[in-house]
């Protein structure tokens, strides 16, 4: 049995650490941190990391390949975005723009790295100069603001980015709790009907009460974080994206084959080819999803500042690399998962948060930021070793 | 005959939940030659790493006497000072470095803070010397062959100092040639005073070299042979190694029907991928029948990897022509894709390194060529996933607590029916099985015998390619001899022996120039 829990502690190492950090502060920002406007700040200022994430995580796993250009591709997509929602063009056809456009460069760079074999370290750092310099060409040098309030709302920016309360009336926003609610109820008769299904089939089902106790958790948080934003405003429109994307990576990742062929290759990419698969397939696919990613988060970023500038986007990329690391996926390629990216953006967030309201100097937040990744990895060798 | 070098006594060494050695009792005199055998997992390897302080003092019970006197190694540093040098299965040279680099890597000429690359590259010369290796020891180590790299290693070795040479597997990964040579270079050492203890898997190497034999069988020295007493045959050894006598090395197969030919390949020709004008594979024709086992026999380098690999989508080599008809359909494989939907497997000889996805479970693996066939519209289905794999886990006798586990965990018998299993659930027609029991121990390799004789009993087809004589006359219905490239030889199993097969290679090699 203690050997089991010890599994257990290592398999969420760095979650227990999130809590520990968050307890840590709770008690050093004398509960601030946990304020409903500060899960909700949490939440919207951290929203880009989780969808550059997602992206970045599938690049990892082919074997540690990282984007480098990411930022860049924010910035350039958002500008284009906003040039073209200043030509009084309809803010939909401005959104699909981004999309494709962030499509696009990702093929462009999944080609090169793909199928001509550039090394995605140069191929992506290629990336990362021409298109800063084109998203100056782009907006010329100079800011543009965003004024179609559709757009701003809809993608979390303005002052109401808020899904309105349909039912109460009152302090709190009832229709997010109902939400919330509902969420927690799709999830268990989710779990349910999979459990259901395997047993008529006669499969071998996960012990129960490590899956209740799974449930549980999942549960609590999830209605605790709706119960807070319950209390604020709502919720964020932008956590729609997020949780779409975060939902959409959980199942490619775990339950598609293109998810399994992507852990394949990065594990031992000869045997992935001799079984058939067509490994360049797999790297492209991994660029292009990142390209796909980094156009939501421009259109994200974009909405949340109502403007586009040349210099947005600076250092995403290494806070996605970040997050990635953080959360447990491996250097090598081959293993990570979007629970441990969730958590790896948390911590990153979280640390941000928490010191920006103990008033620590902006300098020195840098610094713990480098800290936290250095012990995360160190972390992650040291149990990794253990394990041999 | 001389005094006693070395002597292990009463060695216990626990792992969490494991005895991996049992009072184990081991006597090496001075000048000799030592083999250790057993089958995989029978401790040879953890009783070397006590011995070379791997496992330091402490970590196990009982007593090392070496030259007269109790050693507590602490650490692989003083078992060196004393002369007893390990090398290990896997080489330990820098492939970007030069021989000389290596050969005095952590144990660099010069003071504190300069190395002195004349004396490195002279003394690095000298050793080179012994070991007969004509290189400059300039040259990087991944431009000379697996052979002498191995050479190199002993050089290293020698370098140090060594009194005592360990050698684990020294040729797993050498041809016969450069085996040969170096088991002779073994028997030059030996006059000249040194002794050795070496652990391998070919009985036919222990024979040929060694003095003495000592048999270990799950964690406890079983006996010491003396091969100058009386002649030690392989079955004799392998008595010891598996506590029974074998009766027959290779199942049975009766009442299996031979059919219509599966498999048709003709005038192959491949050239190499980097070199082009170089031809690999030379216009060869073959085929196999339903039911039938055809086994392809060489030396290594003589194209048969090579072959089989080009068959199968052209994973190698460039410029292939010729024709290949299954079931009577001529197909053009552009990929191991096409060739898989055709129902051809090629299950590699590189099981670690081709074959399987090391940090991923026994489930992940089974599924991973046939991912179609646990998934819907490109997403799995876990559970079916799981099951299939457990059943193959079941029916090959995969030694595991589960299908969840990682394969890298598991032996390399059990690897292999991991690799089995993967390509079974493709489920084709013709099996191309490139060394399928490379490095597994006896017990395992029956197995995988009796999996081939199911295989084919099931109807399907399997070329079986091998560097194991025995193994090949043994197994297959029909054996084609394969030498530089081309088909020399064909012939029934029944009309096989082991001196015609080599007499062909090297008929062919000495007459080439009348063709």
Not at chain 2, 154 to 172: C, F, G, V, W, Y
Not at chain 2, 413 to 436: C, H, R, S, Y
Request: charged share 20%; with cysteine.
């Amino acid at each position: 049995m203690s050997a089991k829990i010890t599994d257990v502690l290592k398999k969420y190492t760095m979650a227990i650490a999130l809590v520990i950090i968050v307890i840590f502060f709770q008690i050093n920002t004398s509960g601030a941190i946990l304020l409903p406007q500060n899960i909700n700040n949490l939440i919207s200022q951290n929203a880009y990391v989780f969808v550059l994430s997602a992206g970045m995580l599938l690049c990892i796993l082919t074997g540690g390949n990282i984007d480098l250009a990411v930022g860049s591709v924010v910035c350039f997509v958002g500008g284009i975005g906003a040039v073209v929602m200043q030509a009084n063009i309809p803010w939909i056809v401005a959104v699909i723009l981004m999309l494709v456009g962030g499509i696009l460069v990702g093929m462009w760079q999944g080609f090169w790295i793909a199928y001509i074999k550039v090394p995605p370290f140069i191929a992506t750092l290629a990336g990362m100069y021409a298109f800063r310099g084109l998203s100056n060409v782009v907006m010329q040098g100079y800011a543009i603001g965003i004024n179609n309030e559709t757009f701003l709302k809809v993608f979390g920016g303005g002052a109401d980015c808020y899904i309105p309360d349909f039912i109460g009336s009152g302090a709190m926003n009832i229709t997010c709790m109902v939400v919330g609610v509902i969420a927690v109820a799709l999830l268990i008769f989710s779990v349910f009907r999979s459990r259901a299904a395997a047993q008529k089939q006669g499969y071998e089902l996960a012990p129960l009460p490590g899956e209740l106790a799974k449930l549980v958790v999942i549960s609590a948080l999830v209605l605790w974080m709706f119960y807070k934003l319950a209390n604020y405003k709502g919720i964020p429109t932008v956590l729609i994206w997020v949780a779409i994307v975060l939902l959409a990576y959980t199942y490619i990742t775990g339950n598609t084959r293109m998810g399994r062929y992507l852990y394949a290759v990065g594990g031992n990419e000869k045997a992935t080819i001799l079984s058939g698969i067509d490994s360049r397939k797999v790297y492209f696919f991994a660029y292009v999803n990142m390209g796909l990613m980094a156009g939501l988060a421009g259109i994200l970023t974009v909405a949340r500042a109502t403007m586009a500038q040349p210099t947005f986007g600076n250092l995403y990329e290494m806070d996605a690399i970040a997050a990635c690391f953080i959360g447990g996926a491996s250097a090598y390629g081959g293993e990570g998962n979007v629970f441990g990216i969730i958590v790896g953006a948390l911590i990153m967030g979280v640390i941000n948060q928490g010191m920006s309201i103990m008033g620590v100097n902006a300098n020195y937040q840098t610094v713990v930021k480098g800290i936290v990744v250095l012990v995360a990895i160190i972390f992650d060798v040291l149990s990794n070793k253990k394990k041999k | 005959m001389g005094k006693t070098i070395l002597e292990m006594k009463n060695i216990t060494k626990t792992f969490p939940g494991v005895k991996a050695l049992d009072n184990v009792n081991l006597k090496v005199e001075e000048g000799e030659i030592h083999a250790l055998v057993g089958e995989n997992g029978a401790g040879k390897s953890t009783l070397m790493n006590v011995l070379s302080g791997i496992y330091p003092y402490g970590t196990y019970e009982g007593d090392i006497i070496y030259n007269g006197e109790v050693c507590q190694f602490q650490k692989i540093k003083d078992s060196e000072e004393k002369g007893i040098v390990i090398i290990h299965q896997e080489l330990a040279l820098v492939p970007q470095m030069t021989i000389g680099e290596n050969m005095f890597l952590g144990n660099e000429r010069g003071t504190k803070n300069a190395i002195n690359w004349n004396e490195t590259y002279g003394e690095a010369d000298k050793y080179l010397k012994m070991v007969g290796l004509s290189e400059t020891s300039r040259v990087l180590i991944k431009d000379i062959g697996t052979g002498k790299q191995q050479l190199v290693e002993i050089a290293k070795a020698l370098a140090k100092n060594a009194k005592l040479l360990i050698l684990d597997e020294p040729t797993s990964s050498l041809n016969e040639t450069d085996s040969r040579a170096l088991l002779d270079l073994m028997l030059e050492f030996k006059k000249k005073g040194m002794t050795m203890i070496i652990i391998t898997h070919k009985l036919n190497e222990v024979v040929y070299v060694a003095d003495k034999i000592t048999v270990v069988r799950d964690g406890s020295t079983v006996e010491t042979l003396d091969c100058h007493e009386t002649e030690i045959s392989e079955d004799r050894i392998i008595k010891g190694m598996v506590g029974r006598e074998i009766t027959d090395r290779f199942p049975k197969r009766s009442g299996v029907k031979i059919g219509d030919i599966n498999l048709e390949v003709k005038d192959w020709t491949v050239h190499h991928p980097l070199y082009t004008e170089r031809v690999v594979v030379d216009k060869v024709n073959f085929n196999v029948k339903k039911g039938e086992v055809v086994g392809i026999y060489g030396l290594m380098g003589a194209g048969r990897t090579e072959l089989a690999m080009s068959m199968f989508g052209k994973s190698y080599g460039t410029d292939i022509s010729g024709t290949m008809k299954i079931n009577g359909k001529e197909v053009n494989l552009k990929t191991p894709r096409e060739a898989i939907d055709e129902k051809l497997a090629y299950v590699t000889e590189d099981r670690k390194g081709n074959g399987l996805v090391l940090g991923k479970s026994i489930k992940i693996n089974t599924s991973l060529a046939n991912m179609a066939g646990v998934s819907d519209r490109g997403v799995i289905d876990t559970d079916k996933e799981y099951n299939v794999a457990a059943e193959y886990a079941e029916k090959l006798k995969t030694k595991t607590p589960s299908v969840e586990q990682l394969v890298g965990n598991l032996s390399g018998g059990n690897q292999q029916k991991v690799l089995l299993a993967k390509w079974m659930f493709t489920d084709p027609d013709v099996l191309i099985l490139d060394e399928p029991t490379r490095g597994i121990d006896v017990g395992a390799k029956y197995e995988i015998y009796c999996i081939i004789n199911d295989l084919v009993a099931s109807g399907k087809s399997v070329v079986m390619i091998s560097s194991e004589l025995p193994e090949t006359i043994g197994m297959s219905d029909r054996i084609y001899v394969m030498n530089e490239g081309k088909f020399i030889a064909e012939m029934p199993a029944s009309e096989a022996t082991q001196e015609n097969i080599m007499a062909a290679i090297i008929q062919s090699a000495g007459g080439g120039d009348k063709s």
